[in-house]
């Protein structure tokens, strides 16, 4: 890609380490090939995009292949816009009825459009919840729901976009009291009073002296070929280090 031909960059915090998120999440007027979201879940794109993945990954099993295109969905979604909120006090525009998407030659999600650059707040936001809140409000819920109509459980999704939540928030220097865990998967309730999705997803254990991070779903990816194991993460205890 030529310098003059890269994206305009959405955020201060995509720079350094992170540069990588100019790639995944920029203006929708710089997003070669992007789709609404909406028309995109609607009208057969999501379901043409699972058939090529499928082709390439060789997988025979639709929830496997479903769930592991979801990793790369939240996974490209949740990082750039936590990393913009918690290092630029950022606050994106990322509710799902705005953005666009566009894919991969293998069908998987390339990167998101976002309609403006959003506001800057007045200080950094450091509590999980309120970090995560509107990522939840305007966005998660509506994946998951066409997620799940396609054979996948709504814990599973959740799980998934659990495990790139929690990373983000960590490698921009959460800090919970009271132990590795963090509130927003410790918690039955948002601070709304509803049910909280992410409530268990993730913890963390002592193993030998080490914290470790595990799911509590299983993303399923060991039933597609070549797929590495996400190792101590896994939910499943037989598939942590297989042989």
């Known amino acids: 890609m030529n310098m003059q031909d890269r994206p305009r960059d959405l955020s201060p915090a995509f ?6 998120c100019r790639d995944k999440m920029m203006l929708s007027e710089d997003l070669a090939g992007g789709v609404p979201l909406p028309a995109f ?30 990793l790369y969905y939240f ?30 030659d293998a069908g998987l999600p390339r990167a998101f459009g976002v309609p403006h ?4 707040e007045s200080e950094i936001e450091t509590e999980s919840f309120a970090t995560v809140g509107p990522l939840l409000e305007t966005h998660l819920g509506e994946a998951v729901m066409r997620l799940k109509a396609c054979g996948i459980s709504a814990k599973l ?16 220097g959460e800090e919970p009291s009271g132990g590795p865990d963090l509130p927003l998967f410790l918690r039955g309730c948002l601070p709304d009073g509803g049910v909280n999705p992410f409530c268990g997803c993730v913890s ?23 797929i590495p194991s996400c190792g ?6 037989s598939q942590r280090n297989p042989q």
């Open 75 to 104: 996974s490209g979604l949740s990082i750039p816009y936590l990393l913009a909120r918690r290092l630029a006090a950022q606050a994106l525009p990322v509710a799902f009825e705005e953005m666009t998407i566009a894919l991969d």
């Open 41 to 70: 879940f609607r009208d057969g794109g999501f379901q043409r995009a699972i058939d090529r993945y499928a082709e390439v990954c060789g997988g025979s099993d639709r929830r496997a292949i479903v769930s592991m295109w979801s």
């Open 157 to 172: 999704c959740w799980n998934n976009a659990a495990v790139y939540i929690d990373y983000a928030l960590r490698l921009t």
């Open 117 to 120: 650059a959003g506001t800057i």
């Open 204 to 226: 963390y254990l002592d193993e030998e002296g080490e914290q470790v991070a595990r799911r509590k779903v299983c993303c399923l990816r060991y039933m597609l070929p070549g």
């Open 15 to 20: 720079s350094g380490e992170h540069s990588w």
């Open 232 to 237: 101590k993460l896994c939910a499943l205890p």
